[in-house]
Protein backbone atom coordinates (compact mmCIF):
# COMPACT_ATOMS: atom_id res chain seq x y z
CA UNK A 1 0.00 0.00 0.00
CA UNK A 2 1.04 3.78 -0.64
CA UNK A 3 2.65 5.53 2.61
CA UNK A 4 3.53 8.87 3.23
CA UNK A 5 6.19 9.74 5.81
CA UNK A 6 6.90 12.95 7.64
CA UNK A 7 9.99 12.74 9.62
CA UNK A 8 10.17 15.54 12.39
CA UNK A 9 7.43 14.66 14.87
CA UNK A 10 8.47 17.70 16.91
CA UNK A 11 9.80 21.19 15.68
CA UNK A 12 11.10 23.90 18.02
CA UNK A 13 12.07 27.03 16.04
CA UNK A 14 13.02 30.51 16.93
CA UNK A 15 10.84 33.20 15.41
CA UNK A 16 12.76 34.29 11.82
CA UNK A 17 13.92 31.43 11.70
CA UNK A 18 13.75 29.53 8.29
CA UNK A 19 11.80 26.03 8.49
CA UNK A 20 11.70 23.15 6.02
CA UNK A 21 9.63 20.13 6.67
CA UNK A 22 10.43 16.71 4.94
CA UNK A 23 7.90 15.11 3.02
CA UNK A 24 8.67 11.10 1.45
CA UNK A 25 5.79 9.26 -0.27
CA UNK A 26 6.22 5.55 -1.79
CA UNK A 27 4.20 5.38 -4.78
CA UNK A 28 6.11 4.98 -8.62
CA UNK A 29 3.45 6.48 -10.33
CA UNK A 30 1.70 10.16 -11.07
CA UNK A 31 1.03 11.85 -7.54
CA UNK A 32 -1.16 14.74 -6.35
CA UNK A 33 0.46 16.78 -3.22
CA UNK A 34 -0.94 18.72 -0.76
CA UNK A 35 0.08 20.45 2.48
CA UNK A 36 -2.25 20.76 5.02
CA UNK A 37 -2.00 23.37 8.20
CA UNK A 38 -4.50 22.65 11.67
CA UNK A 39 -3.95 25.63 13.89
CA UNK A 40 -4.59 24.82 17.57
CA UNK A 41 -8.43 24.01 18.33
CA UNK A 42 -9.01 24.65 14.33
CA UNK A 43 -9.77 22.07 11.45
CA UNK A 44 -7.19 21.69 8.39
CA UNK A 45 -6.71 23.94 6.06
CA UNK A 46 -5.07 23.71 2.29
CA UNK A 47 -1.44 25.78 2.44
CA UNK A 48 -0.34 24.94 -0.98
CA UNK A 49 -0.91 22.32 -3.85
CA UNK A 50 0.69 20.29 -6.69
CA UNK A 51 -0.72 18.75 -9.46
CA UNK A 52 1.73 19.00 -12.14
CA UNK A 53 4.27 21.68 -14.12
CA UNK A 54 6.31 24.21 -12.12
CA UNK A 55 7.71 21.78 -9.39
CA UNK A 56 8.49 24.58 -7.28
CA UNK A 57 4.90 25.45 -5.99
CA UNK A 58 3.91 28.42 -3.17
CA UNK A 59 1.15 28.51 -1.42
CA UNK A 60 -0.35 31.36 1.08
CA UNK A 61 1.62 33.03 4.18
CA UNK A 62 4.72 32.95 2.69
CA UNK A 63 5.40 29.00 2.53
CA UNK A 64 6.68 27.22 -0.67
CA UNK A 65 6.99 23.20 -1.23
CA UNK A 66 9.06 21.53 -4.13
CA UNK A 67 8.40 18.59 -5.85
CA UNK A 68 11.58 16.40 -6.44
CA UNK A 69 10.40 13.52 -8.40
CA UNK A 70 13.40 11.30 -8.04
CA UNK A 71 13.32 11.79 -4.47
CA UNK A 72 9.41 11.08 -3.85
CA UNK A 73 9.63 14.20 -1.86
CA UNK A 74 7.79 17.39 -0.99
CA UNK A 75 9.34 19.50 1.48
CA UNK A 76 7.55 22.01 2.63
CA UNK A 77 9.78 25.54 3.27
CA UNK A 78 9.43 28.90 4.71
CA UNK A 79 12.41 31.33 4.75
CA UNK A 80 11.17 33.46 8.18
CA UNK A 81 8.48 31.65 10.68
CA UNK A 82 6.51 33.71 13.13
CA UNK A 83 5.25 32.92 16.12
CA UNK A 84 1.86 32.53 14.65
CA UNK A 85 2.79 29.85 12.42
CA UNK A 86 2.65 27.58 15.43
CA UNK A 87 0.47 24.62 14.20
CA UNK A 88 0.37 21.02 12.92
CA UNK A 89 1.70 20.72 9.22
CA UNK A 90 0.24 18.00 7.10
CA UNK A 91 1.36 16.46 4.12
CA UNK A 92 -0.88 14.48 1.94
CA UNK A 93 -0.72 12.21 -1.19
CA UNK A 94 -3.48 11.50 -3.84
CA UNK A 95 -2.22 8.50 -5.67
CA UNK A 96 -3.96 7.46 -9.47
CA UNK A 97 -6.86 5.36 -8.94
CA UNK A 98 -6.97 6.15 -5.86
CA UNK A 99 -10.46 7.42 -6.37
CA UNK A 100 -9.64 10.65 -5.41
CA UNK A 101 -8.62 9.98 -1.90
CA UNK A 102 -5.66 11.29 0.29
CA UNK A 103 -2.90 9.33 2.06
CA UNK A 104 -2.47 11.85 4.99
CA UNK A 105 1.31 11.69 7.33
CA UNK A 106 0.94 11.48 10.79
CA UNK A 107 2.28 15.42 10.98
CA UNK A 108 4.59 17.45 12.09
CA UNK A 109 4.30 19.84 15.53
CA UNK A 110 5.89 23.01 15.09
CA UNK A 111 5.94 25.43 17.65
CA UNK A 112 7.57 29.06 16.82
CA UNK A 113 9.16 30.75 20.05
CA UNK A 114 9.63 34.43 20.57
CA UNK B 1 -22.06 29.77 1.97
CA UNK B 2 -21.20 27.53 5.08
CA UNK B 3 -19.06 25.14 3.09
CA UNK B 4 -18.67 21.71 5.27
CA UNK B 5 -20.74 21.68 8.64
CA UNK B 6 -20.66 19.18 11.29
CA UNK B 7 -22.78 18.44 14.17
CA UNK B 8 -22.24 17.77 17.03
CA UNK B 9 -19.18 19.69 18.29
CA UNK B 10 -18.25 17.85 21.00
CA UNK B 11 -20.08 14.20 22.79
CA UNK B 12 -19.64 11.89 25.49
CA UNK B 13 -21.28 8.57 24.86
CA UNK B 14 -21.04 5.59 27.46
CA UNK B 15 -19.93 2.00 25.63
CA UNK B 16 -22.43 0.18 23.50
CA UNK B 17 -24.17 3.43 23.08
CA UNK B 18 -24.66 4.57 19.62
CA UNK B 19 -24.86 7.86 17.41
CA UNK B 20 -24.94 9.84 14.00
CA UNK B 21 -22.30 12.68 13.44
CA UNK B 22 -23.89 14.66 10.71
CA UNK B 23 -21.66 16.47 8.07
CA UNK B 24 -23.47 18.71 5.60
CA UNK B 25 -22.01 20.50 2.56
CA UNK B 26 -22.96 23.46 0.44
CA UNK B 27 -20.30 23.47 -2.10
CA UNK B 28 -22.18 21.13 -4.64
CA UNK B 29 -18.87 18.24 -4.35
CA UNK B 30 -19.62 14.94 -5.39
CA UNK B 31 -16.94 14.01 -3.40
CA UNK B 32 -17.24 13.80 0.54
CA UNK B 33 -15.08 11.41 3.09
CA UNK B 34 -14.83 10.63 7.10
CA UNK B 35 -11.40 10.94 8.71
CA UNK B 36 -10.84 10.02 12.77
CA UNK B 37 -7.38 12.14 14.09
CA UNK B 38 -5.88 10.86 16.60
CA UNK B 39 -2.57 11.97 18.09
CA UNK B 40 0.69 11.66 16.37
CA UNK B 41 -1.21 8.88 14.00
CA UNK B 42 -2.39 12.05 11.43
CA UNK B 43 -5.49 11.40 9.73
CA UNK B 44 -7.24 7.67 8.51
CA UNK B 45 -9.49 7.17 6.22
CA UNK B 46 -12.81 5.79 7.60
CA UNK B 47 -15.18 6.07 4.60
CA UNK B 48 -15.81 7.90 1.44
CA UNK B 49 -18.28 9.03 -1.05
CA UNK B 50 -18.40 9.55 -4.92
CA UNK B 51 -21.70 10.66 -5.39
CA UNK B 52 -25.06 10.40 -3.75
CA UNK B 53 -25.94 6.32 -3.23
CA UNK B 54 -22.27 5.28 -3.14
CA UNK B 55 -20.04 4.53 -0.35
CA UNK B 56 -16.94 2.86 0.22
CA UNK B 57 -14.70 1.59 2.94
CA UNK B 58 -11.74 3.85 3.57
CA UNK B 59 -8.75 2.57 6.15
CA UNK B 60 -10.58 2.06 9.09
CA UNK B 61 -13.84 0.88 8.70
CA UNK B 62 -15.19 -1.49 11.58
CA UNK B 63 -17.33 0.08 13.93
CA UNK B 64 -18.56 2.63 11.84
CA UNK B 65 -21.70 3.09 8.90
CA UNK B 66 -22.12 5.67 6.28
CA UNK B 67 -25.02 6.38 4.06
CA UNK B 68 -24.93 9.37 0.72
CA UNK B 69 -28.97 9.40 0.02
CA UNK B 70 -28.29 13.45 -1.33
CA UNK B 71 -25.22 15.11 -2.49
CA UNK B 72 -25.46 17.41 0.50
CA UNK B 73 -25.42 14.94 3.34
CA UNK B 74 -22.65 12.05 4.75
CA UNK B 75 -24.04 10.48 8.05
CA UNK B 76 -21.62 8.94 10.21
CA UNK B 77 -22.77 6.02 12.46
CA UNK B 78 -21.59 4.32 15.53
CA UNK B 79 -23.48 1.58 16.36
CA UNK B 80 -21.40 0.36 19.09
CA UNK B 81 -19.48 2.40 20.83
CA UNK B 82 -16.08 2.00 21.94
CA UNK B 83 -13.32 3.86 23.58
CA UNK B 84 -11.10 2.86 21.02
CA UNK B 85 -13.28 5.22 18.89
CA UNK B 86 -12.97 8.21 21.14
CA UNK B 87 -11.25 10.69 18.54
CA UNK B 88 -12.25 13.78 16.82
CA UNK B 89 -13.65 13.29 13.15
CA UNK B 90 -13.61 15.13 10.36
CA UNK B 91 -15.86 15.57 6.96
CA UNK B 92 -14.10 16.56 4.11
CA UNK B 93 -15.80 17.02 0.65
CA UNK B 94 -13.64 17.84 -2.93
CA UNK B 95 -14.65 18.04 -6.39
CA UNK B 96 -12.81 16.30 -8.99
CA UNK B 97 -9.11 16.16 -8.78
CA UNK B 98 -9.18 19.23 -6.40
CA UNK B 99 -8.10 19.55 -2.58
CA UNK B 100 -10.07 18.64 0.12
CA UNK B 101 -12.59 20.99 2.29
CA UNK B 102 -12.38 20.09 5.72
CA UNK B 103 -14.94 20.48 8.46
CA UNK B 104 -14.55 22.38 12.16
CA UNK B 105 -14.67 18.19 13.28
CA UNK B 106 -16.44 16.88 15.98
CA UNK B 107 -14.39 15.37 19.25
CA UNK B 108 -15.81 12.52 20.53
CA UNK B 109 -14.94 10.52 23.66
CA UNK B 110 -16.11 7.06 24.67
CA UNK B 111 -16.41 5.91 28.30
Known amino acids: AQSVSQHNHHVILSEAASLELGCNYSYGGTVNLFWYVQYPGQHLQLLLK??????LVKGIKGFEAEFIKSKFSFNLRKPSVQWSDTAEYFC????????????FGTGTQLKVEL | NAGVTQTPKFRILKIGQSMTLQCAQDMNHNYMYWYRQDPGMGLKLIYYSVGAGITDKGEVPNGYNVSRSTTEDFPLRLELAAPSQTSVYFCATASRKDEQYFGPGTRLTVT
Open chain 1, 92 to 103: AVGFTGGGNKLT
Open chain 1, 50 to 55: YFSGDP
